[in-house]
């Protein structure tokens, strides 16, 4: 089942159960606005620019970029209903694991009216054509099927790219913060008609201005300050202390330490051990835990900075796929002289503690080049020196 079907169908999940209990789905009456019905936004453009939405779920917050350039009406249309209070309480009542996550119905604030959800709250706003796409964060109004001038306070929030819905539902909004609780919420249990068997609530909905942006860190320190600091690797197996070559490669080493202060090589592992080669860490999909938004921002590929500095033992290195372009998080310590590598692979930095944890890592039993027990980065660690 296509999710645009899929969405289709959940939108009234009264027709579907009948449909499920052998009974021909009849369409539920929903008397068909005027046009001076439609809403219309009575906010002033200043008034709608720079706002974001904040949704305390019970799964954590979501912040969402309100869009008045793309969906005047839409926007202002959500922005009064939050401010009236009308989302607390309500809940996502129709979830899509890693695809969607529908809310924002009225009735569903009332938990005895369980087979009515999905129903409110519908045909009071016209379609809004525009440019934005159905890509992972995106907000959209939900539609009665056929209908396309019949949006209002329900919406979803794509989890994934979605690109069978561009063009057919109004885009307004974009997930700024908490796309990982988006993603969470999508995959509770649910049943046959996607409907949660758990109360997946919107405490409270709170349109604030969009804060200044927070800066970017290790972005304006000198070669000479970045290559004041170390960082400290706590494995399972012992202690890796680093120091960087910020003259060799700068976005490398900003782009390690940036990841590093996040936390984001926390929980990570050693994922990948070639004796008499390398062993490779760094890679986000060994982590025991979700990025948070904020860690998930420093993801991002890096232009190569090949150098002479040649891949002795102990050299730390960026790993990347055939692309030389495509080096984000993953790295390697050399094991022993491995001059293939040279010119090939940016070196930014090289072991200065540790490099019998090294030993030990590269001696763990393996099946192929996988570690047969983990070998867990618990923490990274920065500190400066002098």
Do not use: W
């Not at 087979?115 to 159905?134: C, D, I, S």
């Not at 000198?222 to 197996?237: C, D, I, M, N, P």
């Amino acid at each position: 089942m296509s999710l645009l079907l899929a969405l289709m169908l959940v939108l009234n999940p009264g027709v579907q159960a009948r449909g499920q209990r052998g009974r021909p789905p009849a369409p539920v009456p929903v008397p068909t606005a005027p046009r001076e019905a439609f809403y219309v936004s009575t906010l002033t453009s200043a008034e709608m620019q720079n706002k974001q939405a904040v949704i305390e779920t019970s799964a954590g917050i979501i912040v969402l970029d309100l869009l008045p350039d793309a969906a005047r009406n839409h926007v202002a249309h959500f922005i009064t209903r939050a401010r009236e209070g009308a989302y607390d309480g309500t809940t996502f009542h129709r979830v899509i694991s890693l695809g969607i996550i529908q809310g924002g119905d009225p009735i569903s604030k009332d938990p005895s009216r369980a087979e009515q959800y999905g129903t409110g709250g519908l045909r009071e706003l016209r379609f809004e054509a525009n440019a934005e796409k159905h890509t992972r964060g995106a907000v959209s109004a939900v539609l009665v099927p056929n209908s396309r001038d019949s949006a209002g306070s329900q919406f979803f929030i794509c989890v994934t790219d979605q690109p069978a819905l561009d063009g057919n539902y109004t885009v307004f909004a974009r997930v700024a913060e908490g796309i990982g609780v988006a993603a969470r919420l999508s995959q509770a249990m649910a049943d046959a008609r996607g409907a949660p068997l758990e109360r997946l609530e919107m405490k409270k909905v709170t349109i604030r201005d969009t804060p200044a942006p927070t800066p970017v860190p290790f972005t304006t320190e000198t070669v000479e300050e970045l290559g004041k600091y170390r960082a400290a690797l706590e494995t399972s197996l012992g202690r890796i202390v680093l120091e960087f070559f910020p003259d060799r490669a700068p976005n490398h080493v900003r782009n390690f330490l940036r990841l590093a202060q996040a936390g984001a090589y926390d929980r990570t592992a050693f994922h990948r051990v070639v004796r008499g080669f390398v062993i490779q860490g760094g890679f986000l999909p060994s982590r025991s835990q979700q990025l948070d938004d904020r860690q998930e921002a420093f993801v991002q590929n890096l232009a190569p900075e090949f150098g002479d500095t040649p891949h002795d033992k102990g050299i730390l290195s960026m790993a990347r796929a055939a692309d030389p372009g495509s080096a984000n998080t993953s790295f390697f310590i050399v094991t022993a002289r491995s001059p293939a590598l040279d010119r090939v692979y940016t070196v930014f930095g090289r072991v200065v503690e540790g490099l019998d944890v090294v030993d030990r890592i590269e001696s763990t039993p393996v099946n192929g080049e996988a570690p047969v027990t983990r070998v867990e980065v618990t923490k990274v660690t920065l500190t400066r020196t002098p």
